[in-house]
């Protein structure tokens, strides 16, 4: 659906196009002309440089935004969320990357979900990546401890698993 959405309106303008997939991917929100990260506004400026473009490519693809219902629809309820990822290690929390075998195939979540409390271990937090934005999309949890060597084991043999990483300090 979102690469539908992204080549409608921004196929001839591949700076465009990388500007709205950064908004998508960050959560950041189009609203009367500007853009947002929750209620703090975003320079042009700085989204430009971070997205490798220049300055009137992000103006455009506001403008384009603004000026397409579907698009204004669905850019101005975007909303950005924490990641715990990086902090886990030094909580001693647990971190486990999940690359899935296909990512639009129902279930991962639930089985590794499913893994870990039967081992009577809390899921902090699952993120996971859209498989329609990312081309390489993984599933990461952050558990309330550090996970056993076995549990890891266990979790690479689930279902739809293709491989993982345990992220420790």
Known sequence: ???????????KYPAQQKIAQLLLSYGLSVKNGRVYCGDIELSFSK????????????????????GKRELRKIFSLLQPTCNFKELAPEMKWGVVEIIPTDASQPGILAD???ILADEKIS??????????ITEEPKLFIVTEKALPTHLIKKLGKAKGVKGLLYIKK
């Not at 659906?1 to 196929?11: A, D, G, Q, V």
């Not at 989204?47 to 935004?65: C, F, H, L, S, W």
């Not at 899921?123 to 329609?132: L, P």
């Open 1 to 11: 659906m979102w690469k539908k959405i992204l080549m409608k309106y921004f196929r």
């Open 112 to 114: 590794v979900a499913k």
């Open 47 to 66: 989204i430009a440089r971070a997205a490798g473009v220049d300055r009137r490519a992000v103006m455009k693809t506001v403008e384009t935004i603004e």
């Open 123 to 132: 899921i902090r937090q699952a993120n996971v990546d859209d498989y329609m």
